[in-house]
RNA sequence: CGGGACGUAGCGCAGCCCGGUUUAGCGCGCCUGGUUUGGGACCAGGAGGUCGUGGGUUCAAAUCCCACCGUCCCGACCA
């Protein structure tokens, strides 16, 4: 029998909120005893939160062996050579940690090499595909900022899966796998997740999707739509906002003083409508100068332009270029008399109108009348701007909101980029050498569990369910060290608890009652039953539910039935997830 | 990598500006004894510190100066 009595364990609670932790599950993580910071992004886990990370790691390893994968333990040392030859030692850059004191070793921040080497070795037929490759393991990223505790830390534990297909077809199904594979995992984790597109970035493929979270502590912001279950990452996210209308008559194009106006706020002061204002950036997209023209207030979102333009580098153009390239200061810029010819991206919102107003490129002067089909050459429209809240949803109308995310799991569609480069062919059945097709597909495990905790807790600490609840039960012998009948009961419990396969906490330390019901609800495991001289002198023990705080009041002997059917009752209601 | 802040006991902090009664302090935690006993008890006694590290200024440095290290925050970056 595992033998988990608190006078003996290592569970070292915090009354107090270290001043490092900033975000809130990184707060009760360390208060519950689950963690310690070993440096900067590096973090033990003590027996509390190791114990939630095996439960978490079973359930994945459950639904990824539902779906066929093998697990595997890849080393986390990897040579450099392979990392080389698919061109990653220059995409990772610093992201890459190296091995100072052995040339030629690094430490894997992912397994795609590796996996494509030994397909190499030994997958050479189209018999031998498909294939499901799965770990759990360490990382090392040696993120420039690590952050949020465990949620963004230099090494961390992935499960990462890797398919290898004989064809495009047999990548989709492989990704379906996962994908339905991922919700059920996140399901029996308490998670709520919604999926959103992504671009796949320095990974390569065509598809990726990700899981994310809401959470404030999360790095990513998304848009989602509570009506229709649209969601996308903001990077990517459209909305139903109204295009700028065409007016049916086109005036002569007229300079006009401006004096003073910085903004779009001060021509609408001036009693310019917003929606016939055109601002004008101008940006250094790989070396060259481009104008970006938006509606009004719009917001650009540098993302989707870099995306349009296929640039590596973008940034701002400085004061001294404006001048140089517009003759203008920010304010006055706009599309018409550009001393510099450069191209111009204009939003979609703006396409084709009319009657608006933009920068002359003289300081104190603007256009209006300007018409982008008469008076400009637009060199095309795209969507480049960013979603605000509350406009209307591109599916329903509903209005969307714009929410911070935890990205727990990603998705993506690879292709051939690993395998071609590392060389792993396989023979086709007609006899033709093909490569093979992979998808790779990755959870973070720690982020699994800080993702509960910031969707899972109150002002007293963690609520679990029982999935991945530490232990199931925390019994709480109150006066144990003084009360006989306490103590009977409370052995007595603890004993035919775990007999009966129930994972029972025991405290049995002589602190006081205070202590221990603050420890208890810190910790949160989904019941507590409590043993006193109180309890006993009315009966028996008392049941109470952690998140909900109800109580129940049951005769000793009953115990141990009602402990299980609540557990069970705890996890049967899906009252921490609704499926989407 | 740019900007900012911090580093004093296990945790949370004061002291630093204006150097010297400071034997470096407070709360929590820890140890001992007693009292208490269902929501972080009380009283008494006690242990615990190279004031991040190194150098400099000075008769004298936790305190002033320089460098380095570490940690956190904002940004850049981020399969």
Redesign the pocket.
């Known amino acids: 029998m595992t033998s988990m009595r608190f006078s003996r364990a290592f569970i070292p609670?915090?009354?107090?909120?270290?001043?490092?932790a900033?975000a809130l599950s990184h707060q009760l993580m360390l208060?519950a005893g689950l963690i310690r910071?070993l440096?900067?992004?590096v973090y033990s886990f003590l027996p509390l939160g190791w114990r939630v990370m095996q439960k978490v790691m079973r359930i994945i390893r459950e639904e990824m062996d539902a779906i066929g994968g093998q697990e595997f333990h890849f080393p986390a040392l990897n040579p450099i050579d392979i990392w080389q030859q698919t061109g990653r030692v220059e995409a990772m850059g610093d992201?890459l940690f190296h091995i100072k004191n052995r040339e030629g070793l690094v430490l894997a921040?992912?397994h795609e090499e590796v996996v494509a080497f030994h397909a190499r070795q030994h997958v050479k037929s189209y018999k031998d595909l498909p294939q499901i490759w799965y770990q759990i393991q360490p990382?090392f990223?040696n993120e420039?900022?690590?952050?949020?505790g465990v949620l963004r830390g230099r090494q961390f534990t992935?499960k990462?899966s890797y398919s290898l297909d004989a064809t495009w077809e047999g990548l989709d199904e492989s990704y379906e796998k996962h994908a339905r594979a991922y919700r059920r995992i996140f399901r029996r984790c308490g998670l709520r997740v919604f999926v959103v597109g992504a671009s796949?970035?320095?990974?390569g493929g065509s598809a990726s999707q990700e899981f994310m979270v809401e959470s404030p502590a999360g790095?990513d912001t998304c848009v989602v739509c509570s009506q229709c279950g649209y969601a996308a990452n903001v990077e990517v996210a459209r909305s139903a906002v109204e295009p700028t209308a065409r007016l049916p008559e086109s005036h002569p194009l007229e300079r006009f003083p401006t004096p003073g106006v910085r903004s779009i706020d001060d021509l609408v002061a001036r009693g310019i409508p917003e929606e016939r204002c055109a601002k004008a950036l101008v940006y250094i997209a790989d070396g060259q100068p481009l104008m970006v023209l938006l509606r009004g207030n719009d917001e650009l979102n540098e993302a989707k332009l870099q995306a349009v333009l296929q640039a590596v580098w973008l940034r701002p153009a400085t004061p001294e270029e404006l001048q140089r390239f517009t003759g203008a200061s920010a304010g006055s810029i706009g599309p018409i008399g550009l001393p510099t010819p450069m191209p111009v991206i204009a939003d979609e919102r703006l396409r084709d109108a009319n009657e608006l107003v933009s920068g002359a490129n003289v300081d104190g002067y603007h256009f209006r009348h300007i018409d982008l089909q008469r008076d400009c050459r637009i060199e095309h429209y795209a969507d480049i701007r960013t979603v605000q809240a509350g406009e209307p949803c591109p599916q329903c109308t509903a209005p969307l909101r714009i929410v911070r995310a935890i990205e727990v799991g990603?998705i993506?569609k690879l292709g051939t980029k690993y395998s071609e480069a590392l060389g792993a062919f396989f023979l086709d059945e007609h006899g033709q050498e093909r490569p093979i097709i992979m998808g790779s597909y990755?959870i973070g495990v720690e982020r699994i569990i800080a993702a509960f905790i910031e969707q899972n807790h109150d002002e007293?600490g963690i609520c679990w369910i029982p999935a991945i609840a530490p232990f199931h039960v925390h019994l709480l012998a109150?006066?144990v060290e003084?009360e006989e009948p306490v103590r009977r009961v409370a052995e007595q419990l603890y004993q035919e608890l775990w007999d009966s396969g129930v994972e029972t906490l025991y405290d049995d330390r002589p602190e006081?009652?205070?202590?221990k019901?603050?420890?208890?609800?810190?910790i949160g495991l989904p019941l507590q039953l409590?043993v006193?001289?109180?309890?006993l002198h009315s009966g028996g023990v008392?049941l109470?539910e952690r998140r909900s705080g109800k109580r129940h009041h049951v005769p000793v002997e009953e115990a141990r039935a009602a402990v299980r059917q609540l557990l069970h009752q705890l996890s049967e209601e899906p009252q921490w997830a609704t499926l989407p």
């Not at 420039?144 to 949020?148: A, D, G, L, S, W």
């Open positions: 609670t915090l009354r107090e909120t270290p001043a490092e900033q208060r910071q440096a900067a992004g992201v921040p992912t990382k990223r420039p900022r690590p952050r949020f992935m990462d796949s970035g320095a990974m790095e990603h993506f990755g007293h109150l006066g003084r006081s009652a205070g202590v019901f603050k420890d208890a609800d810190l409590i006193s001289p109180r309890s008392e109470k």
